[in-house]
């Protein structure tokens, strides 16, 4: 009947270094579980001599490879195992009643590995509920007091369909009584609204007034007694209220199996931190109750305000959900407070909390339908991850909740637990569904101890001198060896230095009985008479131990054949620097490393065929051969020219064609130079030089004609073009003057270049009614 069922999952990996559990010198069966989840120890007496004790630890699959028999194999299995685990709900018949299954289990983990198991939460029906009612009182909340005179009345009827176990409680709060949020004349203390032509209560911080009760009328009668009060500053000391109702649970009333709700109502920010190091208070708040005889924080002139931080400590330890209830101007504080806080959630309250009653109904309702996880108390060095299996068959990996929950549906959550190393004891921590008072108690205890340890065999006859554990010897002081059977003597230990003041061993291993016993690692062999020599250490060619041509010897390459250099990275053989000819490197170069280096200036090329500056073999004599063809003899500039070059000229044709380089090349003049080379221990010999096919010299005379006759055609030429446009444009002129003749209309008889000598003035002065004519001729 909703008993829990449990899902033990191994998840087995090795530890962060990687490789075997042998890998490692592991001379002890703690040290060998504490390698890696996977390792195991061997018990066995004479499994192996003390110089291989590292290979007692393995995997239990190699160990009893190597012949180790299996009750003798130390291989703790985690596990977990429930200690309480009683039904769901009030159906399962219990007295005490829990909403969660189990409440209570223990673990056993190895570092490095990780288990899950599954736990089951029922929404309540009918849960008890406590609504402490924290409002602020400040001046600008008068309107709201006329409100809520009959939230109380209101909201019990509203919640007597949800629950038959309903309270409510009431508490205020304004402002710190100090400079600088309130003035502190004697008038403005006895009546801080008096600048406004008001009465008002003089200003305190917080007020416990009704603790939690289920008469609604006291409820109602004591908000109808209430008064505003005023200050200064717009924050108000809502955080310092809302830590005295959460620590004060003596005085409030909360009850132990109570959904408990703390109503937080208010227009303006809250004040919060050091904010109140301004006015001379600097000792910080210690979260502890202050309510004096009279229900006021007495601590209210001297504590700080509590920080956000302390807040979340103190609601989430005395399990309380917070319901911010402030005006559209403050919603986004408040969500930003609210996101922080487990639990918390924020409405919008009209300005004179008309929707006071709707806000904490919705608020509530939203709360009563999620079920959300929290994790308390010491999870360090932990690892928890959740998966949700929601009531409508949801699964949410990665969430530790679920929505839209019903009074009596049931949820699942798997849970997985990883341990990243050994703890120094048992470890607790619980989970606990937000709002709720039941928990999941849970006991973890990290296995780094082998049970071999607990019981030792001293003075075993197996050992010389000292016990028997897990297998293998443990020395008394003064005396080592596989069987305890050497003394730490001073000349032993030198035979374990290669000089005098050269590290033990050096320092890459033990000494037993003048014997080093050289340590393993995880990068090869370390070996040696002093353990100074290993098979790792060699330098590496583009990531590659010996560039891969050759084995590592006590740090030193040795290359395989056809290999040579200190890293093993050049070849011996030619082949790849062997030209399309047959030579090395095409003559100009040598082979390292198999590639050429080119040693002739101005070679280039993989195999330095290519060279500018190089020439062939025939173009070398070019000079000596020009030189002596055309000055008809060998003169003494030719002579230095061909003995610069080793080179002798001959004109016989008796040689060795067979030798001979037949050479044909083109002069500066563009003639033909043909002979024959011979090469020499002392030199070249050139046979039978010859020129032929030279350019004939251009006719000067004829071509002085052909400059003549073309610039004579070209002047003739140009006069017809000049004669031809002139007439065309003589032509045009003369038809357009006789046009302009022909349309041109003359008066009969008149002719009209004819121009009269008789002018006729009209004098403006004469007052007679004839006019004077004056006639000039």
């Known amino acids: ?63 009893l490879q190597k012949g180790c028999l299996a009750e003798f194999v130390e291989f703790p299995i985690q596990n977990v195992k429930v200690l309480k685990a009683q039904g769901l709900g009030k159906s399962a018949g219990h007295i005490n009643v829990s909403y969660i299954a189990p409440q209570k289990m223990r673990l056993q983990l190895r570092p490095g590995s990780q288990l899950s198991f599954q736990i089951q939460v029922e929404q309540p029906q009918d849960h008890p509920v406590d609504i402490y009612y924290l409002m602020d009182l400040s001046g600008s909340m008068v309107d709201d007091l006329k409100m809520i005179k009959d939230l109380g009345s209101t909201l019990s009827k509203e919640m007597a369909s949800l629950t038959s176990k309903f309270r409510l409680g009431f508490g205020s709060f304004v402002e710190k009584p100090v400079l600088p949020y309130i003035k502190i004349t004697a008038e403005e203390l006895a009546n801080p609204c008096r600048s406004v032509d008001f009465e008002c209560l003089p200003t305190f911080g917080y007020r416990h007034l009704l603790s939690l009760t289920s008469s609604t009328d006291k409820f109602n009668e004591i908000i109808s007694k209430q008064r505003v009060s005023a200050n200064i500053d717009v924050p108000e000391g809502g955080f310092d209220a809302i830590m005295q109702a959460a620590v004060c649970g003596d005085r409030i009333g ?104 709707e806000l904490i109904m919705t608020a509530y309702k939203e709360l009563r339908s999620e079920i959300d996880l929290e994790v308390l108390g010491d999870t360090e060095g932990l690892q928890i991850s959740f998966t949700a299996l929601c009531q409508d068959g949801t699964i949410l990996p990665r969430h530790k909740n679920c929505s839209n929950v019903k009074a009596g549906d049931v949820v699942s959550f798997n849970v997985t637990v990883e341990l990243s190393g050994c703890l120094a004891g048992p470890q607790r921590f619980s989970l606990r569904p937000v709002g709720f008072q039941d928990a999941l108690e849970i006991e973890l205890e990290s296995q780094c101890v082998c049970d071999c340890h607990q019981i030792p065999e001293p003075n075993s006859t197996h050992c010389s001198h000292g016990a028997l554990v897990c297998g293998a010897c443990v020395c008394n002081p003064g005396f080592v060896g596989p069987k305890c059977e050497c003394t730490e003597d001073q000349e032993q230990i030198s035979d374990c230095r290669a000089h005098e003041g050269a590290e033990m061993c050096s320092g890459q291993g033990e000494c037993f009985c003048g014997q080093c016993v050289c340590h393993p690692s995880s990068f090869g062999h370390v070996y040696g008479p002093n353990c100074e020599c290993n098979d790792f250490s060699c330098l590496r060619f583009r990531g590659q131990l010996c560039g891969g041509h050759g084995e590592c010897d006590c740090g030193e390459c ?101 030798r001979a380089a037949l050479c044909t090349l083109q002069s500066e003049d563009s003639c033909l130079l043909s002979f024959s080379l011979v090469d020499s221990d002392h030199g070249s010999t050139i046979y039978n030089p010859k020129i032929y096919d030279c350019p004939k010299p251009p006719n000067a005379p004829l071509i002085a004609l052909g400059v003549c006759m073309s610039v004579l055609i070209i002047g003739i030429v140009l006069l017809v073009i000049w004669k031809f446009l002139v007439s065309v444009h003589d032509r045009k002129e003369v038809a357009k003057f006789e046009s302009e003749k022909a349309r041109a209309k003359w008066q009969s008889g008149t002719n009209p270049l004819f121009r009269s000598s008789t002018s006729t003035f009209k004098n403006v002065t004469y007052k007679s009614a004839g006019q004077q004519k004056v006639d000039v001729s």
Not at 283 to 304: F, I, K, Q, R, W
Not at 615 to 643: H, I, T
Request: charged share 20%.
């Open 1 to 63: 009947m909703g008993i829990v069922s449990l899902c033990l999952v191994f998840n087995f990996w090795l530890s962060t270094v990687g490789g075997t559990c042998s890998q490692f010198s592991a001379l002890s069966c703690d040290e060998c579980l504490q390698l890696g989840p996977k390792c195991a120890w061997c018990t066995l007496q004479n499994f192996t001599d003390f110089f291989s004790i590292d290979e007692r630890c393995d995997t239990p699959e190699t160990l």
């Open 558 to 658: 040795v290359c395989h054949t056809g290999w040579m250099g200190e890293f093993c990275n050049c070849s011996t053989s030619s082949n790849s620097c062997m030209s399309v000819d047959g030579s090395i490197c095409s003559g100009r170069g040598k082979c390292v490393c198999g590639k050429c280096e080119c040693t002739v200036p101005g070679a280039s090329g993989e195999r330095c065929e290519r060279c500018t500056t190089c020439g062939d073999v025939c173009s070398l004599p070019r000079s000596c051969v020009e030189c002596y063809l055309k000055a008809k003899d060998l003169s003494d500039e030719c002579s230095l020219k061909c003995n610069s070059l080793h080179a002798t000229v001959s004109n016989s044709t008796d040689f060795e064609e067979s």
């Open 254 to 357: 909360w009850r132990n199996d109570s959904m408990k709700l703390l109503v937080f109502v208010s227009d303006a920010d809250s004040h919060f931190g050091m904010d109140s190091k301004m006015s001379g208070i600097v000792v910080p708040n210690d979260g502890e109750c202050h309510l004096d005889s009279n229900n006021e924080y007495s601590m209210t002139a001297h504590l700080e305000y509590p920080t956000l931080g302390q807040l979340i400590e103190k609601l989430v330890e005395n399990n309380i959900l917070l319901i911010f209830a402030v005006t559209e101007n403050q919603r986004q504080n408040y969500e930003n407070y609210a996101s922080l806080i487990p639990g918390a959630t924020v409405g919008v309250l009209e300005t004179d909390s008309r929707n006071i009653l």
